[in-house]
C-alpha cells in the first residue's frame, strides 16, 4: 500500500527566509505531483514532476524528485506573505492511471 | 471557460438519504476522479474514470457509486448517506495521466 508522508505538517516562518518541505513515499513511482490550497478554496497545480532528478521552478518556488530515495522536496526561497497556504504533494500509484495518493499536506504560514 | 463545475457546492442531509453530486468539466479531459477531503487526512481518493464508460474504484469507494456515461459528466452517488460522510468533495479532471489535475471548487457537505 502506497503511503506518502509530508513533514513538517505545519510551519511558520518569517518573510525572506528560506526552507524545505519535504514528501516521502513509500512504494516506487515516478509521477509526483505538487498542488497549494488556499483556506476554504480548490486545489491548484504548481509541479508535475515524471522522473528522476526532474527539477521545476516557479518564482520562489522550486521541486525536485529522486525516485530512488522516494523523496521530493518543496524548497522555498526568500518567503513571501503571499505563500501562505497549504501545500499537498501526491503521488500516481499507478503509473499514470491518475490514482492520487496524497500527502497530509503541510501549512505554511509566513510572518511580515 | 468554466473548467470543473461542481454542483451544489454546500448540502445538508440527514442520515439515510441519497444524493447525486454533479461533476461536469469542459475541456474534453479523458481522465476525472472524486476526492473527499478531511481535516488532518489531505485528499482520498473515491472513485476515478479514465474515459467514458470506464470506471474504477480508489482508496475509500464503500457508500459511493459513479458512472461515466459521457465525458463531460461524472456524478458521484451517496447511496445511504451517513455521519461519516460529512466531507468536502472534489472533482478533478486530466486530459491524461502525467497531466495535472484540475480542481473543482469542491462541494461541502453535511449529514446529520
Known amino acids: 500500500e502506497l503511503k506518502v508522508e509530508q513533514n513538517p505538517l505545519f510551519l511558520s516562518m518569517q518573510e525572506g527566509k528560506n526552507y524545505t518541505i519535504y514528501c516521502n513515499y513509500s512504494?516506487?513511482?515516478?509521477?509526483l505531483y505538487w498542488y497549494r490550497q488556499d483556506p476554504g478554496k480548490s486545489l491548484e497545480s504548481l509541479f508535475v514532476l515524471l522522473s528522476n532528478g526532474a527539477v521545476k521552478q516557479e518564482g520562489r518556488l522550486m521541486a525536485s524528485l529522486d525516485t530512488k530515495a522516494r523523496l521530493s522536496t518543496l524548497h522555498i526561497t526568500a518567503a513571501v506573505h503571499d505563500l501562505s497556504a497549504t501545500y499537498f504533494c501526491a503521488v500516481d500509484r499507478d503509473q499514470g492511471a491518475q490514482k492520487l495518493v496524497f500527502g497530509q499536506g503541510t501549512r505554511l504560514t509566513i510572518n511580515p | 471557460n468554466a473548467g470543473v463545475t461542481q454542483t451544489p457546492k454546500f448540502q445538508v442531509l440527514k442520515t439515510g438519504q441519497s444524493m447525486t453530486l454533479q461533476c461536469a468539466q469542459d475541456?474534453?479531459?479523458?481522465?476525472m476522479s472524486w476526492y473527499r477531503q478531511d481535516p488532518g487526512m489531505g485528499l482520498r481518493l473515491i472513485h476515478y474514470?479514465?474515459?467514458?464508460?470506464?470506471?474504477d474504484q480508489g482508496e475509500v469507494p464503500n457508500g459511493y457509486n459513479v458512472s461515466r456515461s459521457t465525458t463531460e459528466d461524472f456524478p458521484l452517488r451517496l447511496l445511504s448517506a451517513a455521519p461519516s460522510q460529512t466531507s468536502v468533495y472534489f472533482c478533478a479532471s486530466s486530459p491524461w495521466g502525467g497531466q495535472p489535475q484540475h480542481f473543482g471548487d469542491g462541494t461541502r457537505l453535511s449529514i446529520l
Open positions: 474514470s479514465v474515459g467514458a464508460g470506464i470506471t
Open positions: 475541456m474534453n479531459h479523458e481522465y
Open positions: 512504494t516506487t513511482s515516478d509521477r
